[in-house]
């Protein structure tokens, strides 16, 4: 965006094609064509990522801008110069050569038309993308080209002579060497042949030595195996009988000890017995009073104690009860936010899409009225009845009122009639004079009174 005052305008950057037929002559005087085809365009890209580099694309940018961007809307003007730059450069360089020279090195001599027109593009900020100088061609009544090329063509077919005959000695002569290269060769491999069998021989007992070696060696391992598997067998066995003799030792001591057990249980159900009869003969009622109290207080030791389990149980469950209804409240709530805050983020992305919507319908409004943001705006209060709600509006403000309308004049007279002293004196004189009917129109329309500072108004109303 340029600053208050500046201007800005936009120029292509691409490259563009100029199809040339140069006619130039060579040092012997011998006139040609050279047809050409430049892709010539201002330079975009830096040669590296020095800062000089950057310094010297920027310039080159700024001679473009300034030299030829102003001549792109006649291309006629940018043909004329860069076919001048070309045509000049061509006829300076043939100048210099003979036509046996610019033949046989016409690459060399493209090469250098390319450098000496770049060196001049420069000048203007261009560069050449692309150059197809063409083959070249006799200028009419001129057929240097044509005779030269008849005499090579002649030339041509006396050495294809030529060729030929030596072709058909190298033949006869190499069918020779081969017949002996091929002797020499199948007693080389005959002999390499010999060799390389017995090598082999050798390689393979190698070989079976070292199979039977290793096969040996496997069956060594494996018999180790099993040697190790037979001691580990019986021990496992030995084991196996150590356990089974200590449950048996175990299960014949556990029948008489469960035997003893089962007699001190006989007996001591005897002696209760015993001493149950003794009470029941030799106790006075006073114990067996004691005995029933003692009954009686520990039966409602037990419903107390019952009771109390019973109440902290209820009470444990109470507290699970509400636990578990804050827990599902807490998750009626995590879900409830959650729905919130998914419906908040779709709402976003709507109001997103609904955004970059009306931005692109506003850029492709904008692109198709010229850029004129003027006739946008109005568009888009129109299309939003933006006019018809300020009227209504309006309408609505001053719906019931009944304004007073005054209209006064500061009295300046005829100004052309006095000088220019005056006339300002005039102007301040009028502005005080504009003050009373102001300030009196302001107090009848809305009953405010003007400050002290300023003055009190008439009593009478004069504006004078």
């Known amino acids: 965006m340029g600053l208050p005052g500046q201007r800005c305008k936009k120029f292509s950057i691409s490259p563009v094609n100029y199809e040339f037929q140069v006619q130039a002559m060579s040092a012997e005087k ?11 365009g201002p330079k975009i890209t830096s040669a590296g990522a020095e800062e000089s580099d950057k310094k010297d694309l920027h310039a080159h940018l700024l ?13 006629s003007h940018v043909h004329e110069l860069v076919r001048g730059i070309i045509e000049g450069e061509t006829r300076v360089l043939a100048a210099e050569l003979t036509m046996e020279e610019i033949f046989k090195g016409a690459k060399t001599f493209k090469e250098e038309v390319f450098n000496k027109v770049q060196l001049e593009l420069n000048q203007f900020g261009l560069i050449i993308y692309n150059a197809n100088v063409k083959q070249l061609v006799d200028v009419p009544g001129h057929e240097y080209f044509s005779y030269l090329g008849q005499k090579t ?14 072709a058909k000695m190298k033949g006869e002569v190499g069918a ?79 029948v008489a000890i469960r035997e003893a057990e089962l007699q001190m249980e006989v007996e001591r159900k005897n002696a209760l017995r ?23 207080s520990n039966a409602q030791f037990y419903s107390r104690q019952k009771a109390a389990e019973a109440a902290l149980f209820e009470q444990m469950r109470a507290a699970e009860a509400r636990k578990a209804q804050a827990d599902a409240h807490l998750f009626e709530q995590k879900m409830s936010e959650d729905a919130k805050l998914y419906a908040k983020q779709k709402e976003a992305e709507s109001l997103a899409l609904v955004g970059k919507a009306k931005t692109d319908y506003v850029a492709s409004m904008l692109h198709e009225l010229g850029d004129n943001y003027q006739a946008l705006r109005d568009y888009l209060m129109i299309d939003g009845d933006i006019y018809a709600d300020m009227a209504r509006i309006n309408a609505g403000a001053v719906s019931g009122m009944k304004p007073k309308i005054s209209i006064w004049s500061n009295g300046n007279g005829n100004g052309g009639e006095e000088a220019a002293a005056g006339r300002a004196m005039k102007e301040v004189a009028g502005v005080y004079k504009m003050l009373p009917p102001l300030l009196s129109t302001v107090h009848e329309q809305t009953g405010m009174l003007p400050p002290a500072w300023m003055g009190a108004l008439p009593m009478n109303g004069d504006a004078n």
């Open 30 to 40: 011998l006139p040609f064509i050279l047809p050409a085809v430049f892709t010539i």
């Open 153 to 166: 063509q002649q030339h041509a077919a006396n050495q294809a002579k030529v060729d030929v005959a030596e």
């Open 176 to 254: 020779k060497e081969r017949e002996g290269l091929t002797r020499q060769n199948a007693a080389k491999v005959d002999a390499e042949t010999k060799v390389l069998s017995a090598r082999q021989q050798g390689q393979g007992l190698k070989e079976e030595a070292k199979v039977k070696a290793e096969v040996k060696v496997f069956e060594n391992a494996r018999e180790a195996e099993v040697v190790a598997a037979k001691a580990d067998l019986a021990m496992k066995k030995a084991a196996w009988e150590k356990l089974a003799k200590v449950a048996e030792v175990e299960a014949s001591k556990a």
């Open 274 to 296: 015993q001493i149950e009869k003794l009470k029941a003969e030799q106790l006075s009622e006073a114990i067996v009073q004691y005995d029933t109290q003692v009954q009686v």
């Open 63 to 75: 001679l473009y801008a300034k030299l030829i961007a102003p001549l792109r809307r006649s291309r």
